[in-house]
């Protein structure tokens, strides 16, 4: 068992403000442990209700409000998005001024995908994003492991890289046949699958839904709504461009990115860290993961990447209270200035440029431009505070 101190105190945080949480992650990331946490802890009376099981589901199709109403204390709710009808359920329930109890739900898909869930608990509800496990967790030690296998708990704790494989392989298999049907979305497994491999090797890249849907014979707008699921389902990053009045032609188009690099490297035949190290996508994949774990540890609202059809580039752009912060990720065991740095700073008025590299030494690179390990970027910026989502 990994200690997870940070996210249980972000969902503790989370319920003394609001009479509602929303934990939110891609299945098999760690909900319900954390749920199971808060529940051991919890000073009171607790109910846990997992629609996963049949009395559960049970328990809340019929007459939830008569379920509900007379519970105090903490009560959770599991796999919420197979009843959506409950967020209309919670809404007065949560506008009581007695707080007598405060609701914790657990979804597997994004607010945008469940009808109804926006507007029912609009200023009622703080949604905490769970990721999988970060360095911070796991230890700086055994980085190549997470970045090998991902952050799924029991894809990283696997008693070997084979056994990891073999669990990441059990869990796509799992998502486009049976979870992402349960959610009602009627797209043909096979080809979702397909496409998902597909996305794989355009990882790190410019989005471009025609070129996708020529290749798997179907149209753009059929893999924008492909895209859209598995966006949804927090299984896919779309990193949007960001764009402003410089006088020279932007990219805008966004990336896309399998968030979780074990998942990646399941669908790209990579079972052990010599095979990803000779691998052309390795300085993708680098990217790819150390901008999840960077991004575990900012709470940002709306990250971005920055690039000009000349060129210049920034991986990840991120913006508060009118300062800014570009960061760079290099595979590279000594990265140097370039001219897209200069470039970028100049350009886009940057406070701090971080380069983000697999390396252990840091160094500076200009007044203005840091080259640093992941560990230490990681507790760098989570000292930045950023404000939480809450609707």
Sequence with gaps: MIERRKQLRRVQDALSEYPVAVLLGARQVGKTTLARQMVKAWQGETNFFDLEIESGFAALTGTPEAVLL?????????????????????????????????FLLLGSASPSMIKGVSESLAGRADFVQVTGLTLDETGENRQNTLWLRGGFPRSFLAGSDGQSLKWRRNFITAQVERDIPLLGIQVPSPMLRRFWNMLAHYHGQIWNAEELGRSLGVTGKTVRHYLDILAGTFLVRVLPPWSENLGKRQVKSPKVYVRDSGLLHAFLGIETMSGLQSHPKYGASWEG?????VLAHTDVFQPYFWATSQGAEVDLLLERDGRRMGIEFKCADAPAMTKSIHVALADLRLDRMLVVYPGDRRYSLHPKVTALPLSEAVHDLSEVSFPRQSQ
């Design 70 to 102: 007379g519970l105090r204390g903490l009560v959770v709710i599991d796999e919420i998005q197979r009843l959506p009808k409950l967020f209309a359920t919670l809404r007065p329930l949560a506008d009581r001024t007695d707080n007598l109890a405060r």
């Design 289 to 293: 993961f150390a901008m999840e774990q």
